[in-house]
């Protein structure tokens, strides 16, 4: 029995890491490429002459492969937006679920409904909307149209719901205002929920592609993924060694966010599971 | 909880002093919550409702993006749609199509394998090791899986083709550019899924999977009586989740087929992109996009019910 026991854990365990080999082995060819030569591409996934040539060349290329100012849009819009939504969503989480007013059940089944809306529906008429006063190619338009983010909106409410009553109740009697519950009850409390919504909201548009696709058009004003699509695939995409480097830079801050905040980052896509 | 007793609420002391009964206070601890709401409200009405009602203006007209407008011309745009030899419907149809057999491949592996791993990790151990090296994927931009893969599948001296000692054609012929894309994604995606399932698994009670085993029944009789049923909400959930994920599906051929061989690949989302940004056919593609959106939505909400309504 123990033995029987102890053979089929073997197997489960020669699955799983045939599993984790499986999910590595486009990391690491990403990994040993971005240090291979040019010429050598495809020989072997250990680089028989590494190099950080390709890293020279690629920021030797400021003018059409300014990889170091994407990296910079891509992080100041991700953060911008996280902290714009997470703010937003949580004092609109608050009122719903912890104040009394006129109109507050018209907004929560607005905000519910809203969820169904897939981006594709909005995609051009955003476009329109924002070229119509001139934003393209701006900050704006790559921070403000993740701004209506009722999902955050619903996932706070939820979080919000579950805080004991007492505690706003003992509040109120020692008179401290709505914006001071607010402020010093009910966003400490949900700091594990908003930590939450910031990293997944951060991870969703510093990786999204299609957005700021329509949304810039200039060659500085791409963010990461755009950039190194547009501009590798039309000039250089014979060059893997080249490409391989770009992504490479491309995704260390998700790598970094990832090793800091698994246990968040699982726990928030659990989260999103929860109905 | 730290509170601080010296600020008074002004709208409170306000009304009292006036004395003026609940009316009025009633009206002002309503505006003042509702206030709470208005930066939400502002982002909410400028970038969704507007470009909903936008939207709604631009696919009536023969809409132009350069000059930023053009004639109206009613529900040609979606007339047009229901028309085969057209140019938009043929598109459409097309796409949908070639989306659907995306999806039809994408969610039932992006079910199955991800409940799998999800229950060999929870019945293993180094589950602290094993769950966060498969769930990685997941945290990397669709453009730089596709740019590695890409490479990975490239017919001539790729990786994979000489890791298995084969001329496959991958991304240029099919049915192997399905394949590439259904891999690539399910590579990039599964680790979502499997995070969610195995939080499912951990909420089942230990005692009920012991009761089982105690009467004899094997792993895979636990498995097929006990942990499908527990987690089967979960379960539709993931299939809900991952058909709307799956029919969005955009970068992927864009990126790595390019739509090819011969547009088998071109997805819905590409289409309307095309059509709208290339060709500048915005009206078309706006009806195009709320078609599409529709459809979504009527087949989540289906799907929807059908879980629930099995309970």
Redesign the interface.
Known sequence: MLTGRRS??MI??F??IA??V???F??A??IS?AFTPNGEA?SS?IPAHATIGNFITLFGLRDQFPIIRWLCNSLLVATCTAVLVT???S??A???AR??????KV?FN??IV?L??????????????F??YNLIDSYWALI??Y??N?FG?FLLYQFFIGIPNE?QE??VM?????L???K??FL?LSTPATATLALLTF?NV?????WPL?ATTSTPMRT???G??VV??SQYSTN?PL??TA?LI??IP??I??LFT?RQ??QG??M??I? | ?????T?????ISYVRKIGNGMAVYKFW??????L??I???V??V???V???I??VI?SLHA?N?LV?GGPFVGLHNYTQLFRLSTLTGHDFWLGFANTAIFVCISVPLLMVIPLF?AY??F????KSL????????????????T???D??L?TQ???VN?VIHAHIPWLVRQPWAWISIDLATI?WSM??NM??IY??LTQIPESTMEAARIDGAG?FRVFASIVIPQVRN?LS??IV?ST?AS??L??QPM?MTSGGPNDSTMSL?YF??EH??NDFQ?GP??AM??L??II??IV??IQYRLSRRED
């Open positions: 089929t854990n489960k365990i699955v799983l599993a984790c499986i999910t590595l486009p990391v060819w990403m490429t495809f996934i703010l937003i969503d004092l609109a608050f009122a719903l104040l009394r007013f006129w109109g507050r907004i607005m905000v809203s169904v809306v897939p981006f594709i529906a909005l995609l051009i008429p955003l476009y329109v909307e070229a119509k403000l149209p701004t209506s009722a909106v505690l003992a509040a020692d008179g401290a205002n709505k001071i519950i607010w010093n009850i400490p991870m510093y990786n999204d592609f299609f329509v990461l993924t755009v190194v699509q590798s695939v893997y490409l391989m992504t491309s995704v998700m790598v966010a990832f698994q980052l699982m896509v659990v999103t599971g109905k | 909880m730290m509170i601080d007793p600020i008074r609420d002004p709208d601890d309503s505006l003042s919550s509702f709470f709401t930066p939400f409200l982002c909410f400028l970038f969704l507007a470009p909903l936008f939207g631009i809409w993006p930023g791993l060999l990790i019945r293993s151990p180094l094993f769950r966060p090296i498969l769930f990685f994927p997941t945290v990397l931009s669709a453009t730089a899986i740019t590695v893969w490479f990975l490239q001296n790729g990786p000489n590579w680790g979502f995070v969610i939080a499912a792993s979960v959930f993931i989740i709307i029919f969005n955009f970068a990126l989302s309307i992109y709208g940004f915005m593609a706006t996009a709320f599409m959106g979504l939505a989540s909400s």
